[in-house]
């Protein structure tokens, strides 16, 4: 997918690498016990693995990962929304609501807790560690989601570009700004501000909302 580079200076690249590193290891350090916990939970309350088993996310210059996160619904999910027509109207909503549901069936008793206080997005501390994603930046969006939002949001394309030039983030600006439920228009609009205004103190601003965001439920970790 095409990108359009809005450059930064070096010294802020390399000084948002280090925050990376730095925070994503004291975080996996912290958040050991809970993940053990979680993952207790996940394999009591129902089958399958603990990591989800999601399609790849497009990275940065459009380049695809695979993100870690905890399995918050149930077994082959994914594959049963998109392929199974049993949930051909649930996808039909799912991708009319910008790609989130209110109300899906498929996600399980545990699943329900964790992604309410993002939880379920602790996994994402090794993406950090490995380089795949920042701690700060814009939703890491799937690529069948960017195509078809694309379509019935034209004049989002130049956003789309500013967003993909950098690594998606764990937590983000519209995360923290209690806007979270917003549409995929407004969304990438404000991804695509982040991108534009991103410094170190702006980055550390969204760092310390976080928390906030993550205990009260309307937002990303």
Known sequence: ???????????????????????????????????????????????????????????????????????????????????????????????????????DPRITRTGHFIRKHSLDEIPQFFNILKGDMSLVGPRAYYPDELRNQQLKYPNTREAVKVVLSVKPGLTGYWQVSGRSEVNFDKRIQMDASYVKKRSVFYDMWIILKTPWAMISGKGAL
């Not at 390399?14 to 394999?43: E, G, N, Q, W, Y």
């Open 1 to 103: 997918m095409s990108y359009k580079e809005i450059k930064k200076s070096a010294l802020y690249e390399f000084a948002k690498r280090v925050m990376d590193i730095f925070f994503s290891l004291i975080l996996i350090i912290i958040f050991s016990p809970v993940m053990l916990l979680v993952a207790i939970a996940i394999k009591l309350d129902s089958k399958g693995p603990v990591l989800a088993d999601t399609p790849e996310r497009v990275g940065r210059n459009g380049t695809f990962f695979k993100m870690h996160k905890f399995r918050s619904m149930i077994e082959n999910a994914h594959e049963m929304l998109r392929e199974n027509p049993k949930f051909s109207k649930l996808y039909a909503t799912y991708r009319h609501e910008s790609y989130k549901l209110k109300d």
